[in-house]
């Protein structure tokens, strides 16, 4: 796992998480926080596992610390953060040591990862887009009353 904690301390990826970490922390709604991309990194990994997927644990977690480091950018600019994250791959995972193979297969899945998974057909994305979902808690969420997410995305009972 040297290349994901490349990836961690990278001062790109650091620079944004921390604007990230600072423009999120009024947020009432769910933040995205380490624990949001180490969760979804567990339950990528767990999904795997259970569909006998030949991804590596390397790339299952360097996908999930990339999935979303692009916010900061839809937060101050307007750019959807999946551009902006997938914008992000080609600066840091080089970096890290990441090929341009493994590059191209992070950035497509979070290219992807907002689209439902029936309409991609991928079961890489497909892995991002369930853990991505999963991960929030919705069911004991204070706030789901007012949330603007799709109450069909919603985790509104603990379930697999």
Request: hydrophobic share 35%; net charge negative.
């Amino acid at each position: 796992m040297k290349r994901v904690n490349q990836i961690y301390h990278h001062p790109v990826f650091q620079k944004k998480f921390q604007a990230l970490q600072e423009a999120e922390k009024n947020r009432q709604f769910c933040k995205h926080t380490l624990e949001h991309f180490m969760d979804v990194a567990r339950l990528m990994y767990i999904y795997s596992l259970e569909h006998h997927l030949s991804a590596s644990k390397e790339l299952i977690y360097a996908t999930a610390l990339m999935h979303d480091i692009g916010r900061i950018d839809q937060i101050e600019m307007g750019i959807p953060h999946e551009q902006t994250g997938a914008a992000l791959c080609d600066v840091i995972l080089p970096d890290c040591g990441f090929s341009q193979e493994e590059t191209e297969t992070i950035k497509s899945a979070i290219l992807h990862h907002r689209k439902a998974a029936q309409d991609v057909g991928n079961p890489f994305y497909e892995m991002l887009y369930w853990a991505d979902k999963k991960s929030r808690s919705c069911f004991a969420c204070d706030m789901r009353k007012e949330c603007n997410w799709d109450k069909e995305k919603m985790n509104l009972e603990i379930d697999d």
